[in-house]
């Protein structure tokens, strides 16, 4: 029998939608987080509206919404901002990612919230923070990639950078927030109070920089980043190359890993220009191009992989979904989890990373169906079953088909 979930206990509101604020709500679920998603009536969460879909349901809103409760309420209604306002004096966090400031106008900002509540976690996402010039403009994820400098690395130096098509500044921005509001319930123990914690998809992007922004200002300014396609002339070898039916990776880029591979190239790999990394870096054309037609030379990528393995230089072929979901690693580290869904039946999904030495992190529940828990939660706060009837009759609750 495991220990208790490290978050047991604690009252999560989760007043986002779309990704960054649903993906850091459903890590709090994971560690244990009682995590209550409250939606607007008939639409809900936006990510409700984004494919995949199947039988009406959104695999992009079930992936992000695993593990939570489902509360639909009118908040235009007194009776609803009431129950609001009780469900928040009742909770932990705090979590939005509404553009700043639109919360506060419907009373529900953190000034308000942290007066009835002073232990209160409250954490805002947005795209450029609550402070600054640009606080006030809408963003996604697409948006900080492209300002932040990441995507003017990518991609070929002659054409537009592609788009990174996995959400990298909202998973990235998602998961400072557990941190940080982690860190923040542990700092509440000390002092009993909770706090506003800022986020910014910006900032998190700027952030995740590791070595554009150093090398330009100890470069005096005179250095900016190239795009350089598949290979990366800073790290040689470090980069994507092509065999006869498909695409690998190798990371060379260290003394011992090039000696390894020089050897097995062998020839001019061998030459003495490129027994160190500014070597390398210095003649990184020539370098690729040797690794480029060996690779070229090989059967398949499964034989590159073989011959890179025996003399353990780090490299991996470029999988495809298809191959990913079949990976024995994937499998062994639990990373698909298996729901039983009530309209959907049995669905497979990806899982979150977290691998706790004492307790099980495996969701308990699937994403909530629009208003699925409302009467529960209603209960919990104190409504009796005739309070709870009206504010069904009178539209205050909303509840899709499936849930009622």
């Known amino acids: 029998m495991t220990n208790p979930l490290p978050l047991d206990g604690i009252r999560v509101i ?21 995590v209550i998603k409250v939606e607007r009536p008939k639409g809900g969460d936006a990510g409700r509206h984004h494919p995949y879909f199947k039988d009406g349901q959104s695999g ?17 209604d007194a009776r609803g901002m009431e129950l609001m306002q009780r469900l ?14 639109a919360l506060a106008k419907l009373g529900l900002g953190y000034d308000a919230l942290s007066r009835e509540n002073p232990g209160l976690v409250y954490c805002s996402i947005s ?20 300002i932040s400098g990441a995507m003017a690395q990518l991609g070929e130096p002659d054409q537009a950078p592609p788009l990174m098509r996995m959400p990298i ?56 980043p190239k795009k350089h396609g598949s290979r990366q002339p800073e790290s040689t070898v470090y980069g994507a190359f092509r065999a006869k039916d498909g695409d690998l990776v190798i990371a060379a880029q260290v003394d011992d890993a090039w000696v390894r591979l020089a050897g097995l ?17 210095d003649n990184h054309a020539e370098v690729y191009a040797l690794v480029e037609a060996w690779c070229a030379r090989q059967d398949s990528v499964a034989h590159c992989i073989a011959q890179l393995d025996a003399v353990a230089v780090p490299c991996a ?32 999904l990806p899982n979150l990373p977290f691998r706790f030495s004492d307790c099980d992190t495996t969701p308990r529940r ?9 009467a529960e939660i209603a209960a919990e706060l104190g409504y009796g079953a005739t309070e709870i009837a009206a504010l069904k009759d009178d539209g205050v609750f909303y509840a899709e088909e499936a849930a009622r």
């Open 60 to 76: 992009y809103y079930l992936q992000q919404n695993m593990g939570k409760r489902g509360l639909c309420l009118d908040l235009k």
């Open 317 to 348: 072929p470029v999988q495809s979904v298809d191959q990913i979901v079949r990976d024995p690693q994937i499998l062994a580290r639990n990373m698909l989890v298996e729901q039983d869904h009530p309209v959907l039946g049995r669905v497979t």
């Open 265 to 281: 190239i062998a020839g001019a790999a061998l030459d003495d220009r490129f027994r160190t990394p500014a070597g390398r870096n």
């Open 88 to 101: 928040a004096r009742s909770a932990d966090v705090f979590v939005e990612n509404f553009r700043p400031g």
């Open 366 to 374: 699937t994403a909530p169906l629009l208003g699925q828990h409302n």
């Open 169 to 224: 500044a909202d998973m990235y921005t998602g998961m400072h927030g557990v941190a940080a509001v982690n860190a923040a319930l542990l700092g509440r123990i000390k002092s009993g109070k909770g706090q506003h914690i800022d986020l910014a998809l910006y900032d998190c992007m700027v952030s995740m920089h590791d070595y554009a922004v150093q090398q330009y200002f100890l470069s005096g300014g005179t250095v900016l």
């Open 127 to 146: 795209a450029y923070g609550h402070t600054g010039p640009k606080s006030d403009k809408p963003g996604f994820g697409l948006i900080a990639e492209a």
């Open 14 to 34: 989760d007043f986002t939608h779309f990704l960054a604020g649903p993906h850091l709500s459903r890590s709090l679920a994971a560690m244990g987080a009682d």
